[in-house]
C-alpha cells in the first residue's frame, strides 16, 4: 500500500477517538459519524450510520421501514490514484434481510470495480448504484 495512503488511513484512525472521546457515550438508536483529512499528497474521507429504524440516504425505495440499517463509505485520493468502497446493510419488519458491498479502484496501472448484493425474505426493493443500470451491471 502507498506510505501516502497508508499515513492518511492512520490519521482518520486516530481521529475518530479522539472525536468519540470528546463528544461522550451516549445511548441512541441512531450512530453517525465522519471523518475526512487533506494534505499535499491526497485526501480521504470515511463516513458510518446505524440506526435501529428508518433509512441511511432517506431514499423512500431503499432503506424505507427498515427495522435496523448500518452503512459505510471510504474514499481516499493521491497522486497515484483514488479509491473507495461501501457496505450497506439492513433488515426490515417483515424479516427480510438485505446486504450490499461494492469497491472502485483506478490508478496509473487500470481500473476495477465490483458489486455483490444479496437479500432474502421481506419485501425487496432495488437499490440502484451508479454500476448499475436496471437490473444488470453496465
Wanted: proline residues 3%; negative net charge.
Amino acid at each position: 500500500m502507498n506510505r501516502t495512503v497508508r499515513r492518511m488511513l492512520a490519521a482518520g484512525a486516530i481521529a475518530l477517538p479522539l472525536t468519540l472521546g470528546a463528544a461522550g457515550i451516549a445511548s441512541a438508536d441512531t450512530y453517525a459519524d465522519s471523518t475526512a483529512a487533506a494534505g499535499p499528497y491526497g485526501a480521504f474521507h470515511s463516513a458510518t450510520y446505524a440506526s435501529t429504524h428508518g433509512s441511511a440516504d432517506g431514499d423512500e425505495d431503499y432503506g424505507q421501514g427498515s427495522a435496523a440499517v448500518y452503512y459505510e463509505e471510504n474514499a481516499a485520493a493521491t497522486e497515484d490514484g483514488s479509491s473507495s468502497d461501501y457496505t450497506y446493510a439492513d433488515s426490515d419488519h417483515r424479516g427480510g434481510v438485505r446486504y450490499v458491498h461494492g469497491e472502485h479502484a483506478a490508478g496509473p496501472e487500470g481500473a476495477y470495480s465490483s458489486h455483490v448484493s444479496a437479500n432474502a425474505g421481506g419485501e425487496h426493493h432495488h437499490h440502484h448504484s451508479p454500476g448499475l443500470v436496471g437490473d444488470r451491471e453496465r
